[in-house]
């Protein structure tokens, strides 16, 4: 599953170049001159629009998606501490994953 904004990006065509990853940091991979709608609340509204779409690669995997519940858990959770373990633990994830 991709979260807009995390490992899935729609910026208006020919804004944007290259997006990292905010997840894992790997650079996104590109469809140009996407026609569609880029929100949900845009959908429902029928409202489709030209934009490019930057999404990682590595959004079907496991530990990506286990990468992206703890990167919102550390935006989430009120606790320093608690965020700095969970910070150690998401490098480490991903250390272990990125080649
Ligand atoms: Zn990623």
Avoid at 55 to 80: F, G, T, V, Y
Wanted: charged share 30%; hydrophobic share 35%; proline share 2%.
């Amino acid at each position: 599953m991709s979260l807009k904004g995390y490992d899935i990006f729609y910026p208006e065509t020919g804004k944007v170049n290259k997006i990292k990853c905010k997840v894992c940091g790997e650079n996104c991979f590109v469809l140009y001159n996407v026609v569609g709608a880029t929100s949900s609340a845009d959908a429902m509204a029928g409202i489709v629009r030209s934009h490019d779409c930057f999404s990682c690669l590595n959004n079907e995997e496991d530990w990506h998606k286990q990468a992206l519940d703890l990167l919102l858990e550390i935006e989430r959770n009120p606790s320093l501490r608690l965020k700095e373990i969970m910070k150690d633990e998401l490098d480490e994830l991903i250390q272990n994953n990125i080649k």
